[in-house]
């Protein structure tokens, strides 16, 4: 079935520490995952991608970690910066067979000064 | 150049008219979608098209045509609006079915008064 998001979770975190946010996704047969941001009035960016082939992907200042036995990802952001505070999803999606990007409820992230 | 663009930013508009929102892609994508982003922030799908032809249609009102003139071009009509239609509608594009990004327009505000 599809994630449906009551409410927007909030992760408040001190700028120069790392963040951690997760996401559990509904899909057993999703086989391809994608964490985008996305800022106040913009469109979901993209930051980093990973398939089920792999447990771990890392990036510039971000990883994402992937469960799948428990169907949780999650994403790490390394010395966060002001300019992280915006609000995450995860997306996931069967590689083959259906065009159907399903997102997360979305996570907003407050980095404190 | 921006990849996805999406016209216009903002549109506000009486219950019962008649309004369009225009993409367009200069990515070379074979594929197009049309997301509805909530209050909540919660994205999701309403159609997909690929090489013009439909392929996603999920559930929504008849009131909605999408029309996809070229591969390019991903069109939205609505037909008597209602206020509950009031929300960001995001445009977006990915090269395929595969496990690929998917990249988004800014999005269009809808209000319905």
């Known amino acids: 079935g599809e994630s449906v998001g009551l409410h927007l979770p909030t992760l408040s975190v001190q700028e120069g520490d790392n963040s951690i946010i997760n996401c559990a996704y509904s899909n057993s047969a999703s086989d391809y995952f994608i964490w985008y941001k996305q800022e106040s009035g913009k469109g979901p960016q993209f930051i980093i991608d990973i398939r089920s082939n792999m447990d771990k992907r890392q990036g510039q200042r971000v990883t994402v970690l992937l469960n799948k036995t428990v169907k949780h990802l999650s994403l790490q952001i390394a010395a966060t910066q002001p300019g992280d505070s915006a609000v995450y999803f995860c997306?996931?999606?069967?590689?083959?067979?259906?065009?159907?990007?399903?997102f997360g409820t979305g996570t907003r992230l407050k980095v404190l000064a | 150049d921006t990849a996805v663009s999406q016209t216009p930013k903002y549109l506000v508009t009486q219950m019962g008219n008649d309004k369009s929102i225009k993409c367009e892609q200069n990515l070379g994508h074979d594929t197009m979608y049309w997301y509805k982003q909530d209050s909540k922030k919660f994205l999701k799908i309403m159609f997909s098209y690929n090489n013009k032809e439909l392929i996603i249609n999920e559930t929504v009102p008849n009131r909605f045509s999408p029309k996809s003139p070229d591969k390019a071009h991903l069109n939205l009509h609505i037909n008597s609006l209602e206020l509950g239609d009031s929300a960001v509608y995001f445009c977006?594009?990915?090269?395929?079915?595969?496990?690929?990004?998917?990249?988004f327009g800014s999005g269009t505000q809808l209000s319905v008064l």
């Open positions: 997306a996931e999606k069967a590689r083959t067979g259906t065009y159907k990007y399903i």
């Open positions: 977006a594009s990915s090269l395929g079915g595969g496990a690929e990004k998917l990249f």
